[in-house]
């Protein structure tokens, strides 16, 4: 039985399948790595282990891949681990695929019903003293921070979830430390049921609630205020008949409107109101806040399908319309008569993966960085080879200036998700480190660029060379030391 991928742009150069884990002491590096930086950060790729059984699979779909960067007094251990899944312990020991395409468990092998379809392959967040892996279509998988073993790969909160999913963007409150959670298609496949959850700072459910979305659709992030939920529906629907038919879970349906939901972090859920809005896709969240009676949420926003891979129903996939850019979206609850949401464009890069300084979820902020595309960049010729969109900026605004400063890394780097790691508990806000990961088309292996959150433009301060190349991530989370100690 041959074990070989298809020989596809998805699965070449820096897409070419991963499927170590590995475990490197004392990585190469360039610079001084800051020794404020005591913790550990990690980051996922999805990472297909057996060739996917349908051609056309999406990379969504691929099984997490954990890159695990651990800091300790200038030095930087790499550790990297698949999540081992109900789904990636299945295949594993089948030694092929036996899951479908994505999300459609009509596609499925028979012998694989029943267990759960998750690849935690999207997101990590340290909550209580766990580290969990997490995929919006399923529980949390809860992973150990040292070895990445898995510990439980179906994390229910001691059952106190009766959802059937769960978020991969959790938000943690920086004044309360509870964990805000939402799930869609809580119910099952097609769902409108979206529950809301309350994790106290000790792990315990303090509160599941109901609501009801005006469609089934993706909801991939949300916001939450000191006082609020916000959720976005978006027309990246969920598809049953192209399920029917074998395929992806979701298709981009323009025929429908788009809503921003706003409801209470207390009380039943009875209290949602919904607003129709002018603009069509929007997917991750930088930050949200109250002001008055105001609620606000900064998103990246484009008017039409940022997915190639999910069909589009109406209309051509069209680059222009998938670009997003930084937009603010407010709604006034004192106004209640107001039924639509008003949207702002904030800057003009055009961008995804927003993030801020976390310490100020929730609250009125000023900084966040987004890794950007600038087509006025050069371009090595070495990254020719590259496929889709080409993110090679990293941008922090500074909201309050209106001010827009960006990281270059070099004409042959492509950049993925960044992340803030503050100096020091109290130091200001923004002020601290920017890392993330940089694929260099030259070397053809990954480096970690860790900058000056302050001062981006100067360059790096430091880089981690890796002897491999890492796969297009998702997201990561930075986890200090400090809190991995206190969780003993
Ligand atoms: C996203 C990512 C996913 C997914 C659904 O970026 C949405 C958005 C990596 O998997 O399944
Ligand atoms: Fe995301």
Same mark, same amino acid.
């Given at each position: 039985?041959?074990?070989? %991928?298809?020989?596809?742009?998805? %699965? ?47 990379? %969504? ?22 999540? #081992?899944?109900?789904?990636? @312990? ?31 392959? !999207? ?12 995929? #919006? ?70 509160? #599941? ?50 809503? =921003? ?21 929007? !997917? ?116 309050? @200036? ?11 780097? !492509?950049?993925?998700?960044?992340? =803030? ?11 601290? =480190? ?19 959150? #302050? ?7 430091? @880089? ?25």
């Amino acid at each position: 039985m041959s074990l070989e %991928f298809p020989k596809n742009p998805g %699965f070449m150069g820096f897409n070419a399948p991963f499927r170590m884990n590995i475990d490197l002491h004392d990585a190469e590096h360039e610079g001084d790595i800051p020794t404020e930086l005591n913790g550990h950060f990690y980051r996922i790729q999805p990472d297909f282990i057996y060739p996917p059984r349908f051609a056309n699979d999406v990379p %969504f779909n691929g099984d997490g891949n954990v890159t695990l960067f651990s800091f300790n007094n200038g030095h930087v251990d790499v550790k990297t681990h698949h999540v #081992e899944t109900q789904r990636y @312990k299945a295949q594993a020991s089948a030694r092929k695929a036996l899951f479908g395409t994505y999300r459609n468990p009509r596609t499925d092998m028979d012998e694989v019903k029943g267990l759960s379809g998750g690849t935690a392959n !999207t997101n990590l967040v340290f909550h209580a003293g766990k580290l969990f892996a997490l995929k #919006e279509d399923s529980p949390p998988v809860q992973i150990d921070p040292y070895t990445l073993k898995s510990i439980d790969d179906y994390y229910t909160f001691g059952g106190k979830m009766t959802a059937k999913t769960f978020t991969a963007h959790p938000k943690i409150d920086p004044q309360t430390g509870e964990m805000i959670g939402i799930a869609y298609e809580a119910k099952g496949e097609a769902s409108k049921d979206v529950a809301l959850y309350t994790i106290d700072k000790n792990g315990e459910v303090i509160r #599941e609630a109901w609501i009801e979305v005006p469609y089934a659709g993706m909801i991939h992030d949300f916001a939450i205020t000191e006082t609020h939920i916000a959720i976005l529906c978006v027309p990246m629907a969920v598809n049953v008949e192209q399920m029917e038919q074998g395929g992806v879970h979701f298709a981009w349906d323009s025929s429908l409107p788009s809503y =921003f939901g706003v409801v209470s972090r207390h009380g039943d859920g009875s209290d949602i109101r919904w607003y129709e809005g002018p603009e069509k896709c929007a !997917t991750h969240v930088m930050n949200g806040f109250n002001d008055g009676s105001k609620i606000i949420v900064d998103m990246d926003m484009a008017t039409g399908n940022q997915f190639p891979f999910f069909p589009s129903l109406h209309e051509q996939f069209d680059l222009e319309r998938a670009s997003g850019r930084l937009t603010r979206i407010t709604i006034d609850l004192a106004d209640k008569d107001a039924t639509t949401y008003q949207t702002e464009v904030m800057y003009p890069q055009i961008g995804v993966l927003p993030r801020t300084d976390e310490r100020y979820w929730s609250r009125p902020y000023n900084v966040g960085f987004m890794p950007c595309m600038d087509p006025t960049k050069p371009r090595s010729a070495s990254m020719a080879g590259n496929v889709g969109m080409t993110i090679n900026t990293w941008v922090r605004f500074d909201h309050d @200036k209106g001010s827009a400063q960006t990281y270059f890394p070099g004409e042959n780097y !492509t950049l993925q998700e960044c992340q =803030f790691v503050p100096k020091s508990a109290d130091a200001p806000e923004g002020c601290g =480190f920017l890392m993330g990961v940089a694929n260099n088309f030259d070397t053809m292996l990954s480096e970690l660029h860790i900058l000056d959150a #302050e001062n981006i433009a100067a360059g790096p301060v430091a @880089k981690v060379k890796l002897p491999v190349r890492l796969r297009q991530g998702v997201h990561g989370h930075w986890v200090d030391q400090q809190q991995l100690d206190s969780a003993k």
